[in-house]
């Protein structure tokens, strides 16, 4: 056909309307496009129309495609039909239209009704016509004599009163048109299909009911369940579709429709385990894989709000269950859907040498990026992979990405929905997953006593950093493998992984570090330094070692103190050494914070020592270490592990060791140097940026090969 011609359409505009659901799809695309519909076009035209799209919308989207365009096939009276369409949707026109529509539909069809019981005007045709049924509706060869017989308690004059009689079914009686009962019952779904599709609900449920009476057929009950649903009644709508699957139902509207009504009932996870049935007979159903999505962060959102009168009330334990409960939950629907739907890769064919890392944003906690994410990047670069960071809520770009990477480190991130959905369809595909943490955050006792914040933390951040515990705890148990800054932390993390197993990777060095003798004898002052990234250490600083600092500045005339990031200080200390104690708010530059340190004569990390404590990893030693600033620090699992007391650092604990480590560090420039420069020393050859790549290196290459024995295994 040339693009200046067009086509008469073989149907004209009332046939095509007569039809419902995928008819109606069949015969659009038929007439319009000339080929039958392919599986994505039924689909999203299936589901407009479940959404109350009105069929001469569609007709109008389908003739003006490119592809409708092309063919410029004309249906009489569409034209008109989609000009009228558009005004009843103006506002107020509309309405008015509507209402004059219906009440002129309504006289038309009490009037014909009327005419045709007495003055016959219709033919049987146009009276099966205009129930949008057929001659072939009927069965070959009925007439008068064979209803007669087939419902010996019916009297009718002639054979059209009797056909009016059945399709008018009013009263509703059981009137057979053919000896077969599933003849029957499929005639009176079609017929109920038509009151049904003209909006007469009521009559349509009688009939399909009445077809029930002839043979129990799935179509009669998905309708009804679709009907009760319209109208709330979400039980009887259950019922209907439960009774439509066990009769072998083909539909997989049956199964979106069920688990909505499921859902609405407050049926949260029957709803979602209707959707995973459904697309484990339907995989290619998008629409049920979109419900999936919707009904999962539903019910997430309904758990969550019971979850967080837990963290309120500070009951941790049941926190904790709740969060494991919900996320295995949801994890195991996940995964039923994507291993049912995936095709794994052989284990072996994995590239090695491409590193995903989903975590948490830059501004968020900087240092942390900068450690964690911004670090391994450089390390992993180094050390010959492909690595790329993606933000954890990015979930769709995270999803496309996971396809490309098939190691995954999961840094930080919480247990939602978003993050279920790529671990378990990183593990359906055979990716390695990894869950790495740097501070003991999943145990009930990782949220110290609020009164330990110093006033810094409000209380809905609080019940937040409660509720994390059971967050970060639950996602930990969904991936494979295990990563930690410390020894102490990964004792403690490596157990909830799947595998059982985890690995050290320390914090280090990087692009930022900047190596430099600190010059001695240049200040008049030797400047004590403190630097606080996190609001959780306040009541640390201030009972281990504020009392020896005060001793210090009173002795000292030329001591001061430094304090750069979160620290609430007594009025009364601030006020009895004014002018040698300086405070500058959290800095998030790391260029400006380190310019701060290098100007340090010894450096302080103060922490109260706890099994909490003892996970922090030594960061605050190494970063002075690198200007051979010498570090005091408190006595705590880590520091203990790392640094060898007196040679590169102290490790010191109660007030009088303090006093006594700081006395002689302030009193002795030579102690001060010799113990910097052996701290300068050791991070430089520990730290470094080739050193960790070899670490990590040796992680990615460790973890594989256990990931391709457990498959092995399977």
Not at 31 to 54: I, K, N
Not at 150 to 173: G, I
Request: some cysteine; charged content about 20%.
């Amino acid at each position: 056909m040339s693009s200046n011609q067009t086509s008469i359409a073989s149907l004209t505009l009332r046939k095509l309307l007569s039809y419902d659901d995928s008819q109606f799809i069949v015969n659009a695309y038929r007439t319009l496009l000339g080929r039958h519909p392919d599986s994505e076009g039924m689909s999203y035209y299936l589901a407009r129309l479940q959404a109350g799209v009105s069929k001469v919308e569609i007709l109008a989207q389908l003739s003006n495609s490119v592809e409708g365009k092309s063919r410029q096939v004309t249906i009489a009276g569409l034209d008109d039909a989609i000009r009228h369409h558009k005004r009843l949707k103006t506002p107020v026109l509309g309405s008015l239209l509507r209402l004059a529509e219906a009440r002129h539909t309504m006289k038309n069809k009490q009037h014909d009704l009327a005419a045709s019981e007495t003055e016959d005007e219709l033919t049987l045709v146009e009276l099966l016509a205009s129930y949008w049924l057929s001659e072939d509706s009927l069965p070959a060869g009925l007439n008068l004599g064979e209803i007669h017989r087939l419902n010996p308690c019916e009297h009718f004059d002639d054979f059209y009163q009797a056909v009016f009689a059945v399709l008018k079914q009013s009263p509703v009686r059981k009137l057979s048109i053919h000896e077969d009962a599933g003849i029957n019952a499929h005639f009176y779904v079609s017929l109920a299909q038509h009151y049904e599709g003209a909006g007469q609900h009521e009559q349509a449920i009688e009939l399909y009911r009445l077809s029930l009476l002839f043979m129990d057929i799935s179509t009669a009950h998905e309708h009804l369940g679709n009907l009760a649903l319209v109208n709330g009644r979400h039980y009887q709508a259950i019922g209907h579709y439960t009774i439509a699957l066990d009769l072998g139902s083909s539909s997989h509207w049956v199964y979106v429709n069920m688990a909505r009504a499921q859902k609405l009932s407050g049926q949260y996870e029957t709803a979602i385990q209707t959707i995973c049935t459904g697309l484990k007979a339907y995989p290619g159903a998008e629409l049920m894989m979109l419900s999936l999505d919707e009904y999962i962060n539903d019910y997430w959102g309904a758990e969550e709000q019971k979850i967080e009168c837990l963290a309120v009330a500070q009951n941790r334990e049941k926190l904790i269950t709740e969060y494991e409960r919900v996320t295995a939950f949801i994890g195991k629907c996940y995964a039923q859907v994507f291993r049912q739907n995936s095709v794994k890769p052989l284990s072996n064919s994995l590239n090695s040498g491409r590193v995903l890392i989903v975590g948490l944003p830059q501004d968020v906690l900087p240092q942390c990026f900068r450690y964690r994410i911004e670090q391994k990047l450089e390390q992993l670069a180094y050390a010959g992979y492909h690595a790329e960071t993606v933000v954890w809520h990015e979930y769709e770009l995270a999803l496309s990405l996971i396809n490309f990477y098939d190691l995954i480190i999961f840094y930080r991130v919480p247990a939602t929905p978003g993050i279920l959905k790529l671990v378990e369809y990183a593990k359906a595909l055979g990716k390695v997953t990894f869950y790495e943490v740097d501070d003991l955050l999943f145990e009930s006792f990782s949220v110290p006593p609020i009164e330990t914040y110093g006033g810094q933390v409000s209380l809905a951040i609080y019940t937040n950093l409660t509720k994390d515990i059971g967050s970060v705890r639950a996602i930990a148990g969904r991936c494979e493998y295990a990563i930690a800054s410390t020894l102490p932390l990964l004792e403690k993390l490596a157990p909830l992984s799947q595998s059982k197993k985890g690995y050290l990777h320390r914090n280090g060095l990087d692009k930022y570090t900047r190596y430099q003798q600190v010059a001695l004898g240049v200040k008049d002052y030797i400047n004590l330094f403190y630097g606080s990234g996190t609001l959780a250490h306040n009541t640390d600083f201030i009972v281990e070692a504020l009392p020896a600092i005060s001793r210090i500045l009173k002795e000292h005339k030329h001591v001061k103190l430094t304090i750069v990031g979160y620290l609430s200080l007594p009025d009364t200390f601030l006020a009895e050494f004014e002018g040698k104690v300086a405070q500058v708010p959290f800095v998030k530059d790391i260029d400006a914070y380190l310019a701060y340190l290098s100007g340090a004569d010894i450096n302080l990390a103060v922490l109260h020592d706890n099994v909490l404590s003892g996970c922090k990893s030594e960061l605050k030693w190494f970063e002075a270490g690198v200007f051979s600033i010498p570090s005091v620090v408190s006595r705590t699992q880590n520091y203990l592990d790392v640094i060898e007391h007196g040679v590169d650092g102290f490790v010191v604990s109660g007030e009088q060791e303090w006093y006594g480590t700081l006395k002689q560090l302030v009193e002795n420039a030579d102690l001060r140097r010799r113990i910097g420069s052996k701290a300068y020393d050791r991070v430089k050859a520990e730290y470094s940026v080739p050193v960790l790549a070899d670490n990590i290196q040796q992680i990615m290459t460790s973890a594989l090969s256990n990931h391709q024995l457990m498959v092995a295994d399977e």
